[in-house]
Antibody
Framework: QITLKESGPTLVKSTQTLTLTCTFS??????????VGWIRQPPGKALEWLAL???????RYSPSLRSRLTITKDTSKNQVVLTVTNMDPVDTATYYC?????????????WGQGTLVTVSS | SYELTQPLSVSVALGQTARITCGGN??????VHWYQQKPGQAPVLVIY???NRPSGIPERFSGSNSGNTATLTISRAQAGDEADYYC?????????FGGGTKLTVL
């Protein structure tokens, strides 16, 4: 059974850097075609994809947020870390960690439970 | 950048068929995935690669994709199907989500 769980601060201040950790089980990020990503959702709004890292360390980022995002993996700890620099109140959202498998255009399944991050001004 | 357009809301009578659309330029050439999100919960994949159901998803959920529109069809709608639904594609090696559709079962 694949599970993912997000952890990190629930409150950050404007201009600070957010660091979120996804700890997963039930798979290895060294397996071909496997990826772990991050998606966020501001309260009452739509889903927004942020970043994805693949088994071979290939990384993809949202074009609109690319300059602020960094995604890394630690296969020995079964963790993926996302950093977001220069946080702003508009970045207040629930941040989800997701699993993907397959080449080309994979879907995301399952999702972590999500973690709400609030940015104060 | 690629955009996906969904209706803000769709209503369906209990037991009837709901259709939720996802519009995009030549979306028929892409693989479309659909997610269901109930209040306070994380999204769940209900259709992948246009018309495939993950294990545990009822046969009442189906998908199609052609031309400029992909469609999620929910047959014999139940009260438990009330949720937000999102379509998703890949474009130029990045992920795009639609704006989401709120399904109300009357």
């Amino acid at each position: 059974q694949i599970t993912l769980k997000e952890s990190g601060p629930t409150l950050v201040k404007s201009t600070q850097t957010l660091t979120l950790t996804c700890t997963f089980s039930g798979f290895s990020l060294t397996t071909n075609e496997v990826g772990v990503g991050w998606i966020r959702q501001p309260p009452g709004k739509a889903l927004e994809w942020l970043a994805l890292i693949f088994w071979d360390d290939d990384k993809r980022y949202s074009p609109s947020l690319r300059s602020r995002l960094t995604i890394t993996k630690d296969t020995s700890k079964n963790q993926v870390v996302l950093t977001v620099t220069n946080m702003d109140p508009v970045d207040t959202a629930t941040y989800y960690c997701v699993y993907s498998r397959g080449l080309g255009s994979p879907s995301f399944d399952p999702w972590g439970q999500g973690t709400l991050v609030t940015v104060s001004s | 950048s690629y955009e996906l357009t969904q209706p803000l809301s769709v209503s369906v009578a209990l037991g009837q068929t709901a259709r939720i659309t996802c519009g995009g330029n030549n979306i028929g050439t892409k693989n479309v995935h659909w997610y269901q999100q109930k209040p306070g919960q994380a999204p769940v994949l209900v259709i992948y690669r246009n018309n495939n159901r993950p294990s545990g998803i009822p046969e009442r959920f189906s998908g199609s994709n052609s031309g400029n529109t992909a469609t999620l069809t929910i047959s014999r709608a139940q009260a438990g199907d009330e949720a937000d639904y999102y379509c998703q594609v890949w474009d130029s090696s990045t992920v795009v989500f639609g704006g989401g559709t709120k399904l109300t079962v009357l």
